[in-house]
């Protein structure tokens, strides 16, 4: 059976506040951990009214704070937008503070805008070597201090923090493949390189202290729900959401509505099926034969699912349902 992760972008609902989505976020990793969920994972995203999670170390605190089985981890941490010593020291800090509890998931897109990243980076200039040689960075810090060593990340040196490495595109695979690390995948967003990165990936992996063969998570849009209808309505939310942030105008989630897609012109439908395809909607039957059938096409490891719903109640049903359908 595929293992079942949950990635959490604590969405802010119109009509409430980054508070009240924070707290919705440590509800959610709760019902998770009860569930058997293996993994509780928030993102990093900037200027955008709609997600809490910016401050994800912050945000991973306190979700591991109020829970106590569960792993917590960041999926991910844009590397470009800190530095190596930095992120080991924040990953330290929690894996000090919940041992054994903690992945590391490292990506190399902004999570943002131009505008926001130039704020957060000072500069735009890119260097196309800089992600790879920061990760093996991070990855030492991690290591056992040494005589002499004059830069020691504390807390992290010497912890056991799990770096995985995460991309939409073939680089990731190649560097996750070449440092032997496991490998994450935005298929709930971006799945038009989905096989071809996992072919790159599984096909020039190399074992490494730790990983011994390819280990691949892919992201997945779960709106399970009592009926079909209802899964599609539960859905409309993160449509509404895609068609704001690719017209420039990001805002808070916005509530359902009935028919949306049909009010779309045909080229922001067309949109829609390219980066949101990957997902299962409906009852407990449908998101099963769904799942089934992603996992057999993609020889998925693990699943990280995405459940972008307005409705708290109806977010954690949709869960609820998903762990029931793959029990």
Not at 24 to 37: C, K, P, V
Not at 57 to 85: D, Q
Not at 165 to 192: C, D, N, R, V
């Amino acid at each position: 059976m595929v293992a079942l992760s949950v990635l959490d972008l604590a969405p802010v609902p119109e009509g409430s506040e980054a508070r009240d989505a924070l707290l919705h976020s440590l509800d959610l990793a709760r019902h998770a951990e009860a569930l058997g969920y293996r993994r509780f994972w928030m993102a990093e995203h900037h200027s955008m009214p709609g997600i809490a999670s910016a401050a994800t170390a912050v945000a991973l605190a306190f979700v591991g704070a109020g829970t106590s089985t569960i792993r917590i981890g960041a999926g991910g941490i844009m590397l470009p937008n800190h530095s190596p010593l930095q992120v080991a020291e924040q990953f330290g800090t929690l894996e000090s503070l919940f041992p054994g509890r903690v992945d590391l998931g490292l990506g190399r897109a902004p999570g943002t805008d131009q505008a926001a990243a130039m704020a957060m980076r000072r500069t735009l200039h890119s260097d196309p070597n800089a992600f790879p040689r920061d990760v093996v960075e991070l990855i030492d810090y991690f290591q056992p201090a040494g005589p002499g060593q004059r830069v020691i990340a504390v807390p992290g040196a010497g912890l056991d923090v799990p770096v995985w490495i995460l991309g939409s595109s073939t680089f990731g695979a190649e560097l996750a493949a070449q440092l032997g690390l496991p490998y994450a995948f935005a298929s709930h967003f971006a799945p038009q390189m989905l096989m071809p990165a996992l072919d790159v990936y599984r096909s020039t992996f190399r074992p490494s202290r730790w990983l011994a063969e390819p280990y691949v998570m892919l992201g997945y849009n779960v709106f399970a729900a009592d009926s079909d209808e209802e899964g599609e309505l539960l859905a409309t939310s993160l449509a509404q959401a895609f068609v704001a942030l690719r017209s420039g105008q990001p805002g808070k989630l916005k509530p359902p509505v009935a028919g949306y897609l049909d009010s779309l012109p045909m080229e922001q439908r067309a949109m829609l099926q390219s980066v949101l395809g990957q997902a299962a909607i409906g009852t407990r039957d449908s998101v099963r034969a769904a799942v089934d059938a992603f996992v057999s096409r993609t020889g998925a490891d693990e699943l990280m699912i995405t459940s972008q719903i307005f409705d708290r109640e109806a977010r954690l049903k949709s869960y609820s349902i998903l762990a029931e359908a793959m029990a």
